[in-house]
């Protein structure tokens, strides 16, 4: 019998707590990621607007070094602040507005994002190593004869690649010089230096002519009489090309002094190539502001870490606890279960209603052993006492000394055949070969098989077609009639009926024996339970006979309800699916 266990008693109400405890963790803990979230995407957010901002950068840097001023740089500043949907202004140096891609009056100009000088890039902007710009040409321009005759040396390495296997191919740099390059990776034994060292290449008249004008420059820097003295060498495959510079004179300068001056040279000789240098101003077209952030503080951090560190430990010592307290029990079944001793009811949950519960299992489990051992030791010692009987020559064999045992034998058949058929249906085994069978008819050949001299047993049924399997549903039938037989004293009467009723077949055993007490109803489908205690084997029969009708009755489908009035009779009603 089920009992309802009080909410404050329940494992429902625990698990409650629990849950709601992991759920403090869980919001504790989707807050602080969230938070973190937000911050990363606002840190992803950053590093999208840099990289704009260093794309907008090179655009810039590449028109400062093709073009000597800004007068055309409007239509490119408006163009980009549309493509990055920010405010984009240019000043000079001295915060003059050159461009601008809003009208109204000039951001609140701080800081600039960038300074745009060809001559001096930004290596925090660019992350590479060269200062100067490569698409600064300045007077290093070849004409187009001379870019054809570069050609062909240029054709010639790309011919001594394909002998060493290596594909590559001609570029044009921004001088107009052709290049032959290679893919990344392409080359991995640098063929094309040796190729390059193979074929001799030289520099084009107008590269000469500036490379002299950078000699004298720099031998003004270096405070040298003769410019020859000063040696110029220039990779112009490299990209941007790069220039190396050997003072041979007798009172050479250090090699620092001598790059430095290098440099100093190059930017005076093309300065007058590139726009000059100009502030690079991106803010937000609403508030003229730049791109706000938002961060955690250190110690917004730390509270959030602490809470949530708290919670979760809390959350973990409530879990632990909980949880041996679940477990404590369960492992005291456990053992109790391994051992077959009885369960400790300690608590007055679900845990304590199963306890119980094993309890009453075990000692039906316990009366259930006692029982089959009894059914099948009184057989066994009545064929055991007639066999001696006959060895001891006190019985003859004769044909009644072979028919007490063919019933001995019989009654232990009847017993195992049941023990099989509760085990069959436990397992769920239990097969049936249900077809259509007449219900009057099967009612009949059960009554039939169970007229007793001094009981009316009388069949009243309509013919009609039910599916079920015929010896099943006999055996269901017959455990029933012969129950009701034996506890109707004789002069009484049982009445098998059976109808169909709502798609149901309605099958209804009624006697008027002994009846049963109300205390013992629930108990008459328990194994081996018989309503008279005192009745033996041959009386009282094996107290199987209802719990094997209940189980083949479910078997169907169906079900079986008894309800009963001491000392006036029972009533067996069969539900079966028709």
């Known amino acids: 019998m089920s009992r309802r266990v009080p909410l404050r008693h329940s494992l429902v109400t625990r698990l409650l707590l629990t849950v709601i405890g992991v759920l403090i963790v869980a919001v504790g803990a989707t807050a602080w990621l969230a938070t973190q979230t937000a911050t990363r995407a606002i840190r992803q957010e950053q590093g999208r607007s840099l990289a704009d901002e260093k794309g907008l950068y090179e655009v810039l840097v590449g028109y400062a070094a093709t073009h000597p001023d800004w007068s055309g740089a409007g239509p490119l500043v408006r163009d980009r602040a549309r493509e990055l949907g920010r405010r984009i202004t240019l000043t000079t140096t001295q915060r003059q507005v050159i461009a601008d891609s809003a009208t109204g009056p000039p951001p609140a100009m701080t800081d600039p994002s960038a300074t745009v000088d060809p001559l001096r890039l930004d290596l925090g902007v660019t992350g590479g190593t060269a200062t100067i710009d490569g698409r600064v040409v300045g007077p290093y321009r070849i004409t187009a004869d001379e870019a054809r005759l570069v050609h062909k040396v240029a054709q010639d390495v790309l011919t001594c690649l394909g002998y060493a296997g290596v594909e590559g191919r001609i570029v044009d740099s921004p001088s107009g010089r052709p290049t032959p390059v290679v893919a990344p990776g392409g080359d991995p034994k640098g063929v094309l230096s040796a190729c390059e060292a193979h074929v001799q290449g030289s520099n084009t008249p107008t590269e000469e002519k500036a490379l002299r004008g950078l000699a004298k420059l720099m031998a003004t820097c270096l405070g040298q009489p003769n410019p020859s003295d000063i040696a110029i060498h220039v990779d112009w495959d490299a990209n941007p090309p790069l220039f190396a510079a050997i003072d041979g004179s007798l009172h050479a300068r250090g090699a620092g002094q001598v790059q430095s001056c290098l440099d100093q040279s190059r930017r005076a000789q093309l300065e007058p190539y590139t726009a000059p240098p100009a502030l ?277 489908g169906g079900d079986i309800t008894v309800t009963s009035t001491l000392g006036v009779g029972t009533t067996c009603t069969v539900r079966l699916p028709s």
């Not at 279960?337 to 009811?345: G, I, K, S």
């Not at 030791?377 to 072979?402: H, I, K």
């Not at 049941?418 to 769920?428: I, T, V």
């Open 280 to 556: 690079l101003f991106v803010t937000d077209p609403g508030t003229g502001l730049a791109g706000t952030t938002f961060n955690l503080s250190r110690g917004n951090v730390v509270r959030i870490g602490a809470v949530a560190g708290g919670v979760l430990l809390v959350t973990i010592l409530v879990t632990v606890l909980l949880g041996r307290r679940l477990v404590g029990p369960l492992r005291a079944l456990t053992e109790s279960a391994a051992l077959q001793t009885p369960a400790p009811v300690t608590t007055r949950d679900e845990i304590g209603y199963l306890a119980t519960a094993l309890n009453q299992a075990m000692a039906q489990r316990r009366a259930m052993v006692s029982d089959i051992a009894h059914e099948l030791r009184n057989p066994l010692t009545n064929v055991r006492s007639w066999l001696e009987a006959a060895q001891d020559g006190l019985a003859p064999p004769d044909a009644q000394f072979l028919a007490l045992l063919h019933d001995e034998t019989v009654i232990l058949q009847h017993v195992v055949a049941d023990l099989a058929d509760l085990a069959a249906a436990d397992a769920g085994t239990l097969r049936l070969h249900p077809k259509a069978i007449d219900l009057r008819e099967a009612l009949a050949q059960v009554a039939a098989a169970h007229t007793t001299e001094g009981l009316t047993l009388s069949v009243s049924a309509y013919s009609c077609k039910i599916n079920a399997d015929p010896v099943r549903l006999r055996q269901l039938i017959g455990n029933l009639v012969a129950n009701a037989v034996r506890y109707t004293p004789p002069g009484g009467s049982v009445t098998v009926s059976g109808t169909v009723d709502r798609g149901e077949a309605v099958i209804t055993v009624r006697d008027t024996g002994i009846g049963i007490a109300p205390d013992d109803l629930p108990k008459v489908f328990d194994r081996f339970w018989r309503a008279d205690p005192s009745r033996s084997r041959t009386t009282g029969g094996s107290g199987l006979g209802l719990a094997i009708a209940r189980q083949l009755a479910r078997a169907h």
